[in-house]
C-alpha cells in the first residue's frame, strides 16, 4: 500500500512514517549528543581504534523505537570504525597592536567516522 500514489508519485508521507518507527538512541561520545540508528554514519571526537574495528557505545542516554522509549539500563551501540581522519585546518591569529607582537598558529581537530551496526544490543 505504500510507496507509490493512484498518479505513480511516491507516497512520502508512509514512507517517512518507516524511518520514523526504526530503533534509535542518543548516545554521548567526545562530550556531544548524537541521535543515531542502525546504518547512520557520523563524524565524532577521535575515538582509539583502527579502521575496520567494532567499538562499543555505553553512554546511552535514551532509547526508543518510533514514539516507544525503551530503558536503558545496560543498553549499548555498537559502531564500525571507517575512518581516522581530521578536519579543516582552523587559524588562530593574536595581535596586540602597535608592541610588534603577532603569532600565528593552526589547528586540525582530529575526528573519528564511524557506521552505527546495530542499536540497543545488551552489554554483555
Do not use: W
Not at 530503533?23 to 577521535?46: H, L, N, P, S, W
Not at 600565528?104 to 551496526?117: A, S
Request: some cysteine.
Amino acid at each position: 500500500m505504500c510507496g507509490l500514489t493512484a498518479r505513480g508519485r511516491i507516497c512520502l508521507f508512509h514512507a517517512f512514517e518507516e524511518v520514523i518507527k526504526a530503533m534509535f538512541a542518543i548516545v554521548r561520545t567526545g562530550g556531544k549528543q548524537y541521535r543515531v540508528a542502525a546504518g547512520d554514519k557520523i563524524v565524532v571526537e577521535k575515538i582509539a581504534g583502527e579502521a575496520g574495528t567494532t567499538v562499543s557505545l555505553e553512554d546511552v542516554l535514551l532509547a526508543g523505537e518510533g514514539a516507544d522509549l525503551k530503558p536503558v539500563t545496560g543498553l549499548t551501540v555498537s559502531a564500525e570504525i571507517i575512518a581516522q581522519a581530521k578536519a579543516e585546518k582552523v587559524i588562530v591569529f593574536k595581535k596586540r597592536r602597535r608592541h610588534n607582537y603577532r603569532r600565528r598558529n593552526g589547528h586540525r581537530q582530529q575526528h573519528t567516522i564511524l557506521k552505527i551496526v546495530s542499536v540497543g544490543n545488551a552489554a554483555a
